[in-house]
């Protein structure tokens, strides 16, 4: 008889890894401001390459990662800073060939497909005039105002440095790649800062000149007798019956069932009141 054989099961997601620089740090907040970075980026390229040269330029979608080691690839980083911080730029070599073609109004399709030639001088021309704008976008997006990049030597990101990807299309030529902003800490502590949510200010309480002594409540419960009798007696008890008790000189005083205090008892005009009292060794 044959022997059953087990079936392999229907493949299961695959969950992605937890990255634990992203513990305690607010990186879901920054949605919003991803969201307005690709809309300003898509109103750029409208403006500066579809509608003057025909071109169609599109945006996709926007995220931030870390920076892995040995992902470089070929595309050259350029590295720029303000007075927030530091950021490396680079776009995928066919998407940025192909905005050099339509801007000096040469064949896009050819330029994009001299990706693997070395880069021209009017390559580096047009790209140190493309990548501010491109930062402008971001300084504008975090609450900041454009113009304030200067160019460094080129550096690339160190491994786990946080990257804003935004997918660039340009759909006549069924190109696609990725934009890739670099950022440091100081940037990127930046963004965290323009996307925390505002607090309202505490109104201050009416005795908040006070001392805390003054103004921190404490509950006093003060035990003036205890007596103990047989369960069968309690049971007995009904409204009206009396226990008698012996007459009462001293009080435990309790703070939260802790015994801090022993007070003497006195009566002044009915009212029995505590006094003299003594701290509980």
Known sequence: MARPRLQPGPATARVAPLDPCTLGRPFHLLDGFLQRLALHLEQALQH??????????????????????GADGATRWR???????AVAVRLERPLLLAMLGFHYGDDPATAAAQADAPETETEH??????????LDALAVCSGGSAGGFAAEA?????????????????DGLGLAGRLELALDEAWLEHLFH?????????????DA???????????????????????EDLLRLRPGDILPIRPVGTADVLVEDVHLFRASVAEQGGTLCLTSFVPVE
């Open 194 to 206: 323009h996307v925390a949510p505002a607090r309202p200010a505490l109104a201050p309480a009416p």
């Open 79 to 85: 590295a720029y800073r303000d007075a927030t911080g």
């Open 154 to 170: 080129a550096a690339s990101p160190h491994a786990g440095r946080r990257i804003v990807r935004i997918e660039l299309h340009e």
């Open 125 to 134: 021309r047009f790209t140190g005039g493309l990548y501010p704008q491109f």
């Open 209 to 231: 000149g006070q001392p805390l002594q003054r103004r921190l409540p404490v509950t006093l419960n003060a035990r003036i007798a205890t007596r103990e009798i047989a369960f």
């Open 48 to 69: 500066r390459f579809n509608r003057r040269c025909g071109a169609r330029f599109r945006v996709g979608a926007a995220g931030i990662a870390a920076s892995l080691p």
